[in-house]
């Protein structure tokens, strides 16, 4: 009798993956669909409806201003899309949860008024931080080289948090809207959606700090210790952030403490890109030499303002298609600066070599698309 083939480990690898993120998906659905049923049961079907708007509406200019920190080298889509709806569902699932049954608990215990401290102050910053943390863990055991600095964990912890905050404001909208009618709404919405608009992204933003620090540690203490620090600074802001609110501090906590953090985190992004430019003009003319970049291309890829025009030139000559090929040459070679950078840091493995040459096939197939002259087509 013939013996049977043994499964290809390779399909088996990608029957897992398939089944996991179905998976996934759906959880984060029901998630979301409960979280959702919840804040719509305190309200009546026009005030669920106006909630949903007020906190949809600010978020495309919120993830658009934290994209553009990014621009070296964004981010995949499914990865941003990903954290997103981690921190829309799943996050505010559990936070819902365990806010909930803390709340009741110390209350029923010490008083209400003790409840709703610990509710505020204690759990919801643990929970809901511990939470929103967990999406960016996910991505650096399941794709760890989409995270390798410290404006790759702001990205991604923001994403989390505008997730995170636009679930959570339908909430607050709704409750606003029942006891004050649409001047409650609106108000609320002054406070939560033009005044802290990034408050969640801001206390998660520590969080991915340390994570993206840990990234570019070769040490096994910092890479152990770093997300953990991180994670308990995004605790402690939170935590005074709502203690804030709750005992008439919140305009000096803001001014004193949120916004001084915030732009402090916008210049930790710009150093951080600084880094990334640095990386760019040491690593890329070995590819230039080797005849896969031409004569020229570091200097218009270490620029932004040189890359953007180069994008709109190709669309202008070649149109979106051209465009398209030459962003993916820019994301192409950027990749490779910083795979050599990471090689010369020893955060790579065995593997690295078989990445470098799957990328220069990737950069030579999209310098033979429909690249626009002056672009940086013209490799072997």
Known sequence: ???????????????????????????????????????????????????VMLAIAPVPLLAAGVLWLDRYEPEPRRMLVFTFAWGATVACFVALVLNTIGQAVVGSSLGAEAGEIYGGSISAPVVEETAKAAAIWVIVRRRRTELDGVLDGIVYAAMVGLGFAATENVLYYGRGAVEEGLVGALATFVVRGVMSPFAHPVF???????????????????RRVAPVLGLLVAIGLHSLWNTSASTGAFFGVYLLFMVPIFFGILLVARLDRR???????????????????????VGELA????????????????????????????????????????????????????????LLEQLRAATAGPAAPGDLSGTP
């Open 1 to 51: 009798m013939a013996t049977p083939p043994l499964p290809d480990p390779r399909v088996t690898r990608d029957v897992s993956r398939r089944l996991v993120g179905t998976a996934g998906i759906l959880g984060m659905t029901l998630s979301g669909a409960l979280v959702l049923a919840a804040a719509g049961l305190e309200t009546t079907p026009v005030i669920f409806v106006l909630a």
């Open 204 to 222: 998660t933003a520590a969080t991915g700090i340390g994570f993206g620090l840990a990234a570019r540690s070769r040490s096994g203490f910092v």
């Open 275 to 297: 880094r990334e430019r640095k990386a760019i003009e040491r690593h890329l003319p070995a590819y230039v030499q080797a005849g896969w970049l031409p004569a020229g291309a």
């Open 303 to 358: 620029s932004l303002p040189a890359r953007r025009r180069a994008r709109k030139r190709a669309k202008a000559q070649g149109g979106r298609r051209a465009r398209r090929a030459v962003a993916d040459q820019q994301l192409i070679a950027t990749e490779l600066a910083f795979l050599r950078d990471r090689r010369e840091r020893g955060l790579t493995d065995d593997a690295w070599q078989a990445h470098e040459a799957t």
